[in-house]
């Protein structure tokens, strides 16, 4: 296990404190045994039990946190997760760079390890045109898939994990490069804290992505509506502003919402991928290798 030092920031009116966390990594199951400690108290926990994350509480925590207490912020919780990804790049490999918050914050702890001297000798594939801003603006090598067509890791964050680490991505919109990049590396690092779990994928209820070409918009959302597989969603065209947003590769974004988690998204992943005029979805099934997960208890690194 890994011991870090986390500054947490106070409830409003208390000081800054300071948080011991604890990573624990877990193959197979899921029963972590982290804690957090602050000012003598007991932070609860997160777990996955019978297919299902579940919440748990340690006996004498408090729903309102007292002055002693310290919360973790969900920037802070993103951080300590991408900063733990980051350990699994090595010097010398060849490296995917997610897109989305999360990733930022791993995209600059490489860029930082690259200026100290700490790696040296990688070279970093972008997801996205805001991602290979940022890895620029750093001074991190840069490749295409097409110059790099191996890699050995990819970080990334995700909308939505379930207990098998299938995953949602895309609500950032750069969701079919992001699984190029991903499925072209050696190993997938997902980065996300606990707020992006679920008992099953579109349990969130916020949105699952479907790009699509811009050519009859209309014609393909209403045959994703009208989908078996996806039965009840409500389908809507993303929008920026007064017009639909676009992609980084010129097409239109669909977005499915579900009052119920997918029953089954392999096979809803099959019938969206068959429609013409479809590019790419945001199931991310069977690929994340290791899911680093960040909570206010701790980090839980899980392994496929």
């Known amino acids: 296990m890994l011991a870090s030092s986390l500054r947490a920031k106070g409830c409003k009116g208390t000081t800054v404190a300071r948080a011991t966390a604890t990573t624990t990594t877990t193959t197979g199951g899921w029963t972590p045994r982290t804690t957090t400690r602050v000012a003598g108290s007991r932070a609860g926990g997160t777990s996955a039990k019978n297919g299902a994350w579940i919440r748990t509480s340690r006996r004498g925590a408090s729903r309102n946190q007292t002055a002693m207490s310290v919360q973790l912020s969900q920037d802070e919780l993103k951080k300590q997760a991408a900063w733990k990804a980051v350990e699994y790049v090595k010097s010398g490999m060849r490296v995917g760079l997610g897109t989305g918050s999360t990733a930022a914050f791993a995209v600059a702890?490489?860029?930082?390890?690259?200026?100290?001297?700490?790696?040296?000798?990688?070279?970093?594939?972008?997801?996205?045109?805001?991602?290979?801003?940022?890895?620029?603006?750093?001074?991190?090598?840069?490749?295409?898939?097409?110059?790099?067509?191996?890699?050995?890791?990819?970080?990334?964050?995700?909308?939505?994990?379930?207990?098998?680490?299938?995953?949602?991505?895309?609500?950032?919109?750069?969701?079919?490069?992001?699984?190029?990049?991903?499925?072209?590396?050696?190993?997938?690092?997902?980065?996300?804290?606990?707020?992006?779990?679920?008992?099953?994928?579109?349990?969130?209820?916020?949105?699952?992505?479907?790009?699509?070409?811009?050519?009859?918009?209309?014609?393909?959302?209403?045959?994703?509506?009208?989908?078996?597989?996806v039965a009840g969603c409500e389908a809507k065209l993303r929008m920026d502003g007064d017009a639909p947003y676009v992609t980084d590769n010129s097409n239109y974004i669909v977005d499915l919402y579900f009052e119920e988690p997918i029953k089954d998204s392999y096979a809803a992943a099959k019938a969206i991928s068959a429609l013409e005029g479809v590019v790419d979805h945001g199931l991310f099934l069977d690929m994340v290798t290791t899911c680093i997960i960040a909570g206010s208890d701790g980090v839980i690194v899980k392994e496929k």
């Open 109 to 229: 702890r490489v860029g930082e390890l690259l200026s100290n001297g700490t790696l040296t000798d990688i070279v970093c594939v972008p997801t996205s045109v805001a991602t290979q801003q940022q890895a620029e603006s750093l001074g991190i090598p840069l490749a295409t898939l097409d110059e790099v067509p191996k890699l050995d890791v990819a970080i990334d964050g995700a909308d939505e994990v379930d207990p098998a680490l299938n995953v949602v991505k895309g609500r950032g919109g750069a969701l079919l490069r992001e699984k190029m990049v991903e499925m072209a590396s050696d190993s997938f690092v997902c980065i996300v804290d606990e707020t992006k779990l679920v008992s099953g994928l579109g349990g969130s209820k916020l949105a699952m992505p479907v790009e699509i070409v811009q050519f009859c918009w209309k014609y393909n959302l209403e045959r994703l509506r009208s989908l078996e597989e």
